[in-house]
């Protein structure tokens, strides 16, 4: 499993944050980067919302970048300047199934989902509760929440 010291965890989500300031702002959903790394330390795919379509969700967009039997997944770390969702409004695979169902082993994070769009997002715990390592870098969730000032409350 990719578990590199909180330096280079701090990197690769910074990395995140500018793929996440890349996306078209849209005011029902935030702007999220995600990048997937593998076993050993380089970068197996990279997305950030909306990157290919409207509805489309920064991990859902670097998941498909990626061949779903693609052994590299067994080792590699997702992170994602947002908590995975664990629900959606339309009708497409939450994010954090979708990371299970990859069998990625490991999550970092920079923020928790607000309360704005979903009551509770549950994708922390639902990820928890399979066995996937979840790290949070609190120190970088002001960068991640600031690439969504086009949201209400978040300015
Ligand atoms: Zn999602």
């Given at each position: 499993?990719?578990?590199?010291?909180?330096?280079?965890?701090?990197?690769?989500?910074?990395?995140?944050?500018?793929?996440?300031?890349?996306?078209?702002?849209?005011?029902?959903?935030?702007?999220?980067?995600?990048?997937v790394?593998?076993?050993?330390?380089?970068e197996?795919?990279?997305?950030?919302?909306?990157?290919?379509?409207?509805?489309?969700?920064?991990?859902?967009?670097?998941?498909?970048?990626l061949p779903?039997?693609?052994?590299?997944?067994?080792g590699?770390?997702?992170?994602?300047?947002?908590?995975?969702?664990?629900?959606?409004?339309?009708?497409?695979?939450?994010?954090?199934?979708?990371?299970?169902?990859?069998?990625?082993?490991?999550?970092?994070?920079?923020?928790?989902?607000?309360?704005?769009?979903?009551?509770?997002?549950i994708?922390?715990?639902?990820?928890?509760?399979?066995?996937?390592?979840?790290?949070?870098?609190?120190?970088?969730?002001?960068?991640?929440?600031?690439?969504?000032?086009?949201?209400?409350?978040?300015?």
């Amino acid at each position: 499993m990719y578990a590199p010291d909180r330096d280079q965890d701090l990197r690769w989500m910074q990395r995140a944050i500018d793929l996440a300031a890349l996306c078209p702002p849209a005011p029902g959903a935030y702007s999220v980067g995600a990048i997937v790394v593998g076993e050993d330390g380089t970068e197996l795919a990279s997305a950030y919302s909306r990157a290919t379509g409207p509805r489309e969700h920064a991990e859902e967009v670097a998941l498909a970048q990626l061949p779903q039997d693609d052994p590299r997944l067994a080792g590699a770390t997702i992170y994602s300047t947002l908590e995975p969702c664990s629900q959606r409004s339309a009708s497409r695979t939450p994010c954090a199934q979708r990371i299970l169902e990859a069998g990625i082993p490991r999550v970092v994070i920079a923020w928790r989902e607000p309360s704005l769009f979903v009551d509770d997002c549950i994708g922390y715990e639902q990820l928890v509760a399979a066995g996937v390592s979840v790290s949070e870098l609190p120190e970088l969730a002001a960068a991640a929440k600031a690439v969504n000032s086009h949201l209400p409350g978040m300015g």
